[in-house]
T-cell receptor
C-alpha cells in the first residue's frame, strides 16, 4: 500500500522567494511520484513526475523535485515565486504506471507581493 | 490534441436522486479513472476502466458505479444521493499501458451539490 504526507496545509511566501513544498511517501515497492497543481475551479495539472530515472526531476513553470530514497521524500521547489504560482499543490504516489494515484491532502501556496 | 472533457461542469441534485456524470478522454487513451475530491477527505480514487472493463476499484459503496464505452468515453453513476456525496468529481485519462511514460491527465471536474 502507498501513502503520502504533505507537511503544511498552507505555505506563505513573498514574491521572488524560494518555494519549498514538502512531500513524504510510503510505498512497499519502488514508487512513481507526481506533483500536480490545482487552480481554483479547475482540474489537476501535472507539474512533474519521477519514474526511477534521474532523481532530480524538472517540471513546468520552473518547478523541480528531488527524489531521496533514504528520506522517502519528494519535495517540490522553485527558486523564485511568482504571483501566478498561488494554487493548491498535490503530491501523489503510485506503485507503477498501472496503479491508481494516492494523493496527499494538498498544500495551498499563498504568494504575497 | 483536445484534453479531457467532463460534462456537466455543475450539477445540483436533491437527496435520494441519482446522477450520471460523463467523461471523454484524450484521443487514443484507453484508461479512464475517477476521483472524488472533498474538503474533508481530499482526493480519493473511485474506480478505473480500461478497454470497457473495470480494472481497479476504490473503497466506495455500491451506490457508485461506472462504465466505459467502446470509444473509451466513461460515465459514472451515483444512486440514492446523500448530502455527503457533494464533491468535485474528477476524471483522468491515460493510455493505460503501465509504462513509465504513462501519465494521468485530468479533466476540469464536475461539481456536484446535493441538497
Amino acid at each position: 500500500a502507498q501513502s503520502v504526507t504533505q507537511l503544511g496545509s498552507h505555505v506563505s511566501v513573498s514574491e521572488g522567494a524560494l518555494v519549498l513544498l514538502r512531500c513524504n511517501y510510503s510505498s512497499s515497492v519502488p514508487p512513481y511520484l507526481f506533483w500536480y497543481v490545482q487552480y481554483p475551479n479547475q482540474g489537476l495539472q501535472l507539474l512533474l513526475k519521477y519514474t526511477s530515472a534521474a532523481t532530480l526531476v524538472k517540471g513546468i513553470n520552473g518547478f523541480e523535485a528531488e527524489f531521496k530514497k533514504s528520506e522517502t521524500s519528494f519535495h517540490l521547489t522553485k527558486p523564485s515565486a511568482h504571483m501566478r504560482d498561488a494554487a493548491e499543490y498535490f503530491c501523489a504516489v503510485s506503485a507503477s504506471g498501472y496503479s491508481t494515484l494516492t494523493f496527499g491532502k494538498g498544500t495551498m501556496l499563498l504568494v504575497s507581493p | 490534441k483536445a484534453g479531457v472533457t467532463q460534462t456537466p461542469r455543475y450539477l445540483i441534485k436533491t437527496r435520494g436522486q441519482q446522477v450520471t456524470l460523463s467523461c471523454s478522454p484524450i484521443s487514443g487513451h484507453r484508461s479512464v479513472s475517477w476521483y472524488q475530491q472533498t474538503p474533508g477527505q481530499g482526493l480519493q480514487f473511485l474506480f478505473e476502466y480500461f478497454s470497457e472493463t473495470q480494472r481497479n476499484k476504490g473503497n466506495f459503496p455500491g451506490r457508485f458505479s461506472g462504465r466505459q464505452f467502446s470509444n473509451s468515453r466513461s460515465e459514472m453513476n451515483v444512486s440514492t444521493l446523500e448530502l455527503g456525496d457533494s464533491a468535485l468529481y474528477l476524471c483522468a485519462s491515460s493510455n493505460g499501458q503501465g509504462s513509465s511514460t504513462d501519465t494521468q491527465y485530468f479533466g476540469p471536474g464536475t461539481r456536484l451539490t446535493v441538497l
